[in-house]
């Protein structure tokens, strides 16, 4: 080879390593760049699979969607009380707070199904959540009883006793009328809710 020729070899050769470094720096800047999308989409799919599970569906309320009935400006001050005690627990699905009010009067609290041995062990709060997880509509026809006219009887050893029944649901049991109510004592004790008629 001449000398010219090797000459200019021996100044090219500088290019050459120059350009084949580039591009390996390249080759690494990508495969580096690649690696950590990689490595980001494999955090984002591991946080995906890290986020909690949705929580439970609460306890089935046919009351979730219903609003305070208007008062009934004829109720004695305890009675009227009591009535919007029961109707702010029903509307809010507390089954805790409606078991509170029926037992803490000094009369037992009846209700249809207290005769039936199943339910015997239940409290009321207890019998009508389980009526609502079995598809009947109990709050919501305690709210729409209890947006009923009054009516006011006299029951021995209770005095003035408010009741509150749609007479749509009425029905003879053995000739006996049974109707769906609610009933509050003048002392504003709540002592009965019929959540099934005959």
């Known amino acids: ?30 495969a580096s760049t690649t690696a950590d999308d990689s490595s980001s989409s494999t955090v984002e799919d591991a946080g995906a699979d890290a986020t909690s599970p949705t929580d439970s569906p609460s306890p089935r309320c046919s009351a979730a969607d219903r609003t305070m009935p208007s008062a009934q400006d004829d109720l004695p001050g305890a009675v009227a009380a009591m009535r919007t005690e029961i109707l702010s627990a029903a509307i809010a699905c507390d089954f805790g707070r409606l078991n509170e009010l029926a ?25 009508w959540q389980n009526g609502e997880a079995q598809g009947t509509e109990i709050l919501a026809l305690l709210i729409h009883d209890l947006s009923q006219p009054f009516e006011i009887e006299r029951i021995e050893g209770q005095g003035a006793v408010y009741v509150w029944r749609d007479p749509a649901a009425c029905g003879l049991l053995d000739d006996i009328l049974l109707c769906r109510l609610v009933e509050i004592t003048e002392t504003g004790d709540w002592t009965a809710f019929f959540s099934q008629s005959a």
């Open 103 to 127: 037992v803490a009067g000094d009369l037992p609290f009846i209700h249809t199904d207290v005769f039936v041995e199943e339910y015997q062990d239940m409290t009321p709060g207890e019998f």
């Open 1 to 30: 080879m001449k000398r010219s020729a090797w000459s200019a070899l021996q100044l090219l050769a500088p290019l050459v390593f120059l350009a084949l470094a580039a591009a390996s720096c390249g080759g690494v800047e990508e």
